[in-house]
């Protein structure tokens, strides 16, 4: 949480630094993707971890460990930010130097990400899908 606040402290300096008219719509536009890229991924993330465990106890498998999976979630998490942060910069850098294209950065990134989380997301739906074909009685 510390990291967030830190990360927005930032965020917030370098938008402050740039065009008044223009440096609030970027700030919104990357806060929101950063907002829903995360949530996204926390979504698809809990339920592909929960594929996971509902196969294990079933199969009477040994579960992965869960502190690698929340390692994996947590690592996931500080790449989206940091991703986001980075394209801040970079479109920031393109507005002070007059080259600055509307969402040129962060759009690959949110559809990148998109892509990501959905994949993972849709895995995990596969994979809930087969245990219930599998054990209809559930």
Known sequence: MATSVVFLVIY????FQTYPHQ???VYLVILADILYSTAHWMFSWQYFSSA???ESMIS????????LRS??????IVFIVVAYLTSLIME????RMGTYVFG????????FFGL??????CYAVLRIRGIIARFPSL
């Open 12 to 15: 917030m300096w370098i938008v």
């Open 23 to 25: 440096k609030l719509i």
């Open 52 to 54: 996971l465990d509902i």
């Open 60 to 67: 009477h498998r040994k579960p992965i460990k869960k502190k």
């Open 71 to 76: 390692h994996i979630n947590v690592g996931f």
């Open 92 to 95: 920031l850098h393109r507005l």
């Open 104 to 111: 040129e950065s962060s759009t690959f990134l949110f559809a």
């Open 116 to 121: 990501v989380t959905t994949i993972l997301l």
